[in-house]
C-alpha cells in the first residue's frame, strides 16, 4: 500500500487526525504542568521566608532566656537559707505595702504577697513577678490562710476615708475577721505578727502631739467609726492573742503617710492637692482649713516597719513625721511645687474630721533609733513627678479627677 493510498483511505486518515489531537492536548498539559511546578516552588518560598520572619524574634527570646538575660528585677541581695526569712505581707499591693515588699525582696528575703485588689493594684509588684523569691496571691483576708511564714505584716485594709466608708461592713470585716485570720495564722506557725494599726485610734484628739498613751476621742458610731473603731478592736486583738496564746505581736500607729503608687483618685488630701493642681482645678479645702495634718514620706515609714518588726518592742509605736502644717498651708505649699495657677476652694467640713493631728516620735526614736529624713518638699516633688508621669501614661484612656468627701451639706458645691 503507497503513502498516496493511505492519505485517500478515509478511515486511516481520521486514525491520523485523532492521533495528532492526543499529542497535542499531551503537549498543552505538559507545559501547564511544568509553570505550575514554578508557581508552586515561588509560592513555597515566599511561605518559608514569612515564616522565618515570625519565628526570627522568638529564637532571639529563646537565646536571650538561656544566657539569662530575660526580664530585669532591681538588685536583690544574697541570704542564706538560715537568714532568708519568709515573709507575707497582707496588703502588699497597695500603696505602702508595695514599698514594704521592694524593701524586703532588696533586702534578700522570700516575699509573699496577699491581696484582695479592692484598692491594692498588681501593677504596684509586677516587677518582681517570676522572681524566685516572690511571690503573689489573689486572697481576701476575711478568708482564712495556711501558709507557712516567719513573719507577718498584716497592712490590709482600706485606708484612705473615702475608701473606707464606701462599704463600711467590709471595712469593718477586714480589720476584725482578717485580724482574727492572721493572728491564727501567727499562732499555728509560730510567726510573729506586726499589725498596721493608724493615728486614727486618737479620733478627733484633746491631747497634742499624740503620745502612745493616749486613749484617745473616738465616735463610735459616726462615719469614720468602720475604720477607727475597726483598728482600735485589732488592736486589742493583737494583745489578746498576745497574753492568751503567746504571740509575737507587734502595732505600728501610722500617721498620715504619701508618696508614688499613692491612687490618684482615692480621695485623700495629698493626692486631690497634686491632681487638682496638675489639672488646674481648684483645691478643695473642706471647712476653714485651719485644721492640721502631719505627713511622712512612704520609705521612711517602711523603713519605720521593718525597725519595729525586728524590734524587742511589743507595746504600740507612733510613725510618723511631726512636721505640722495646716491644710490651707499644705494647699498653697503643693500649688507652688507644682507651679499652678489653681485657685483654692472652701467647700463645706466633712463630719467628724480630726482638728489636729501631730505624732509623739520620742518612743521611737529612742527604742527603734528611728526617724524620718526625708523633708516634705523633697517627697513632695517625688510624688508630684510620679503623677506627672501617671497622667501622661494614662492621657489616652482615662481622666483621673480628685475624689470628694461627702459633706454634711449634700449634695456638693460645683465647683
Ligand atoms: O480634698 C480634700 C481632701 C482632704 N481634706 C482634708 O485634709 C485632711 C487630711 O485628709 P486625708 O483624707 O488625707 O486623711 P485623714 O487624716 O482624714 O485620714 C487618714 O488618717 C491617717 C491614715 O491612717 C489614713 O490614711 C487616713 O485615714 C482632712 O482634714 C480632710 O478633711 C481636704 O481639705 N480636701
Not at 503537549?27 to 511544568?34: A, D, H, I, M, Q
Amino acid at each position: 500500500m503507497t503513502l498516496g493510498s493511505l492519505v485517500t483511505n478515509p478511515r486511516i486518515m481520521k486514525a491520523l487526525i485523532v492521533l495528532a489531537l492526543l499529542a497535542y492536548i499531551v503537549s498543552v498539559w505538559g507545559n501547564l504542568k511544568s509553570i505550575r511546578m514554578v508557581n508552586d516552588e515561588e509560592q513555597s518560598k515566599k511561605i518559608k521566608r514569612s515564616v522565618e520572619e515570625v519565628i526570627a524574634p522568638l529564637w532571639d527570646k529563646i537565646h536571650e532566656l538561656e544566657l539569662g538575660t530575660g526580664p530585669k528585677y532591681p538588685p536583690v541581695k544574697f541570704l542564706s537559707e538560715k537568714d532568708r526569712k519568709r515573709i507575707l505581707i497582707t496588703g502588699g499591693a497597695g500603696f505602702v505595702g508595695s514599698h514594704l515588699a521592694d524593701k524586703l525582696m532588696m533586702d534578700g528575703y522570700e516575699v509573699t504577697v496577699v491581696d484582695n485588689f479592692f484598692t491594692g493594684r498588681r501593677r504596684n509588684v509586677d516587677h518582681w513577678l517570676g522572681h524566685g523569691n516572690f511571690e503573689l496571691i489573689n486572697h481576701d483576708v476575711v478568708e482564712p490562710l495556711f501558709i507557712e511564714v516567719d513573719q507577718i505584716y498584716h497592712l490590709a485594709s482600706p485606708a484612705s476615708p473615702p475608701n473606707y466608708m464606701y462599704n463600711p461592713i467590709k471595712t469593718l470585716k477586714t480589720n476584725t475577721i482578717g485580724t482574727l485570720n492572721m493572728l491564727g495564722l501567727a499562732k499555728r506557725v509560730g510567726a510573729r505578727l506586726l499589725f498596721a494599726s493608724t493615728s486614727e485610734v486618737y479620733g478627733d484628739p484633746e491631747q497634742h502631739p499624740q503620745p502612745e498613751s493616749y486613749w484617745g476621742n473616738v465616735n463610735p458610731i459616726g462615719p469614720r467609726a468602720c475604720y477607727d473603731e475597726g483598728k482600735r478592736v485589732a488592736e486589742t486583738m493583737c494583745y489578746a492573742y498576745q497574753k492568751q496564746e503567746g504571740v509575737d505581736v507587734r502595732v505600728a500607729r501610722i500617721f498620715n503617710t504619701f508618696g508614688p503608687r499613692m491612687h490618684m483618685d482615692d480621695g485623700r488630701v495629698v493626692s486631690n492637692f497634686i491632681l487638682q493642681a496638675l489639672q488646674g482645678q481648684p483645691l478643695t479645702v473642706y471647712g476653714s482649713g485651719s485644721h492640721t495634718r502631719s505627713f511622712q514620706y512612704v520609705s521612711d515609714l517602711v523603713n519605720g516597719l521593718v525597725a519595729l518588726m525586728n524590734s524587742n518592742v511589743s507595746s504600740p509605736v507612733n510613725l510618723g513625721n511631726p512636721e505640722e502644717h495646716s491644710i490651707m498651708e499644705f494647699a498653697t505649699i503643693i500649688r507652688d511645687l507644682v507651679g499652678s495657677k489653681s485657685r483654692i476652694a472652701n467647700l463645706p467640713e466633712v463630719p467628724d474630721d480630726p482638728q489636729r493631728r501631730n505624732p509623739a516620735i520620742e518612743k521611737a526614736e529612742r527604742l527603734l533609733g528611728w526617724r524620718p529624713v526625708v523633708p516634705l518638699h523633697e517627697g513632695l516633688n517625688r510624688t508630684i513627678a510620679y503623677f506627672r508621669r501617671e497622667l501622661q501614661l494614662q492621657a489616652d484612656e482615662y481622666r483621673p479627677r480628685a475624689r470628694l468627701a461627702r459633706t454634711r451639706h449634700q449634695p456638693l458645691h460645683r465647683l
